[in-house]
């Protein structure tokens, strides 16, 4: 899965979980449940064809932070940060990897982490609108929920 699809699923982690901790653990969660689902790889040691995608997520995703981190309202925000947070760390083993040569992971989790990946090269198109369409999701329900915030009505 893309980071891109990853970061509002946390943020709607965020949202429902409401305790940062809480949401941090279930956005860990949430990214190896979607790991699982069918998604674009290009699996292991294929670095020229993963990382000019990468790349290009990785700044999508960091947007995509900044956007939903500012709809959310702020008794919700920590909250969202930190389902985002943690839906995102289990990929950073691919960043320890090409940055320093290793995983901050233990070969325990990277093997199952690499295992449960249900990915396939032809369904990027795919993913960049099922991110597109989670991020614009994600931004409406949290500016909704801070309007509901702001007007006193229950949330």
Not at 5 to 34: D, I, Q
Not at 42 to 55: C, D, F, V, Y
Not at 85 to 100: E, H, I, N, S
Request: glycine share 8%; charged share 20%.
């Amino acid at each position: 899965m893309i980071i891109s699809s990853h970061v509002p699923a946390g943020a709607f982690v965020g949202m429902a979980v409401r305790s940062p901790t809480a949401a941090l653990a279930a956005g860990f969660v949430s990214h190896l449940v979607m790991d699982a689902m069918p998604h674009w790889g290009t699996g292991p040691n294929t670095e020229s064809e993963w990382l000019p995608i990468a790349r290009r997520d990785g700044v999508a995703g960091l947007a995509a932070i900044a956007l939903l981190a500012a709809s959310a309202p702020a008794d919700r925000r920590l909250a969202v940060l930190a389902g985002m947070t943690g839906a995102c760390l289990p990929d950073t083993d691919k960043v320890g990897r090409y940055f320093v040569g290793s995983s901050p992971w233990p070969s325990r989790f990277d093997r199952f982490h690499e295992r449960i990946q249900n990915e396939t090269r032809d369904r990027l198109p795919r993913e960049i609108a099922t991110a597109a369409t989670l991020i614009a999701a994600g931004v409406f329900f949290l500016r909704r929920l801070a309007v509901s915030t702001r007007s006193g009505a229950s949330a």
